[in-house]
């Protein structure tokens, strides 16, 4: 442990916290003069959603071929440290001190001495905090694709077809959440979420691209501020369905589709042939499912969005 902490110091030392040489950023100044608002967009904050990253490096190559009117910013990897852990140590969502990688922004702009989790918040704040659209895109342990955002003022304008979380006042400490609560008045963003896109197996390029384009779409739409009619038709809280034993799991349902209250959504399995099914609560859409073929008693097996 200790050594981890020496290496992950060491790559911050003499390093610029808001250019650092350890993320690679790419940068679109977006035409002068021209109206539209910039965008912020980062993945791979987890270590073990390598996704995002994919996508994100696709939409680089895309904006390179199409350079758009707007201020952009691409971060494929926010995280080096997730990387390293997630390579040496099977494990990208907590870091050495245990903490979740996407809960260190409470104050990414602490007083030093800090920590390398700090150090890192205080690296993608100083990289993100000046645009006006902020897009942390992440990919769920095994699930399908939805959006976190506040309420439906600080969500997307090309996403309303995807389930939505607003999970109302931040204060988790989550990268999206950091900048609604730190920023105000003319300098807050006008939409911060987080992006979950698909991980049911590995990526195929038809599907990189897909979800490529739709960023991209995205960055063309907020080039051209304006009204939009459409409207968010699947949205609630996120919901998680704890298993009450140790076993294998067997899914019920379609993922992704509207399972009605009462309905199976996955039954679990134990050693000696018991068997425990966990129902939707009410009206859902389930969205995640933990990745491992076994669940143990007091953790959550599925995560769905429960319908308002």
């Given at each position: 442990?200790r050594a981890y902490?020496i290496?992950a110091l060491a790559m ?5 916290s808001?250019?650092?040489p350890?993320l ?5 100044p ?7 608002r910039s965008?912020?967009i980062?993945?791979q904050?987890?270590g073990?959603?390598s996704?995002?990253?994919l996508v994100?490096h696709r939409l680089?190559?895309k904006l390179?071929s199409?350079?758009?009117a ?12 997730g ?6 140590s ?5 870091s050495?001190n245990g903490?979740?990688w996407n809960?260190i922004?409470q104050?990414p702009?602490?007083?030093?001495p800090l920590?390398?989790?700090?150090l890192l918040a205080?690296?993608?704040w100083e990289?993100s ?5 902020i897009?942390?895109?992440h ?8 959006v976190?955002?506040?309420d439906p003022?600080?969500?997307l304008?090309t996403?309303?077809?995807i ?5 109302g006042q931040?204060?988790h400490?989550?990268f999206?959440?950091?900048?609604l ?9 006008i939409?911060s979420?987080?992006?979950e ?5 590995l990526p195929?390029?038809?599907?990189v691209d ?11 739409a907020?080039?051209?501020?304006g009204?939009h009619a459409?409207?968010v ?10 298993a009450s034993?140790?076993?294998a799991c ?28 966990l129902c939707a ?7 995640c499912?933990?990745?491992?073929t076994?669940?143990?008693s007091?953790y ?7 319908l308002?």
């Amino acid at each position: 442990m200790r050594a981890y902490w020496i290496e992950a110091l060491a790559m911050y030392e003499n390093s610029d916290s808001s250019a650092g040489p350890h993320l690679p950023i790419h940068d679109f100044p977006g035409r002068s003069g021209a109206p539209g608002r910039s965008v912020y967009i980062q993945g791979q904050l987890h270590g073990n959603e390598s996704g995002a990253m994919l996508v994100l490096h696709r939409l680089r190559q895309k904006l390179q071929s199409h350079p758009p009117a707007n201020s952009v910013r691409i971060v494929p990897n926010a995280n080096p440290l997730g990387w390293r852990r997630y390579l040496e140590s099977g494990d990208g969502r907590i870091s050495a001190n245990g903490s979740n990688w996407n809960r260190i922004f409470q104050s990414p702009g602490s007083e030093p001495p800090l920590t390398a989790d700090q150090l890192l918040a205080a690296q993608l704040w100083e990289l993100s905090k000046e645009y006006d659209v902020i897009i942390d895109a992440h990919t769920p342990e095994y699930g399908l694709p939805h959006v976190y955002a506040t309420d439906p003022l600080t969500r997307l304008l090309t996403f309303d077809d995807i389930p939505h979380v607003f999970y109302g006042q931040p204060n988790h400490g989550s990268f999206d959440e950091c900048h609604l609560r730190l920023r105000h008045g003319s300098n807050s963003p006008i939409a911060s979420v987080t992006v979950e896109l698909p991980s049911f197996h590995l990526p195929t390029t038809d599907e990189v691209d897909y979800w490529a384009d739709r960023l991209y779409q995205e960055i063309v739409a907020q080039a051209v501020p304006g009204e939009h009619a459409t409207s968010v038709t699947l949205h609630g809280q996120m919901y998680d369905l704890i298993a009450s034993i140790d076993g294998a799991c067997i899914l019920r349902c379609e993922p992704g589709e509207v399972v009605g209250a009462g309905q199976p959504i996955i039954d679990i399995v134990s050693r000696a042939g018991e068997v425990s099914t966990l129902c939707a609560p009410s009206a859902c859409i389930p969205v995640c499912f933990r990745r491992s073929t076994l669940v143990r008693s007091g953790y959550w097996a599925t995560r769905a969005i429960v319908l308002r």
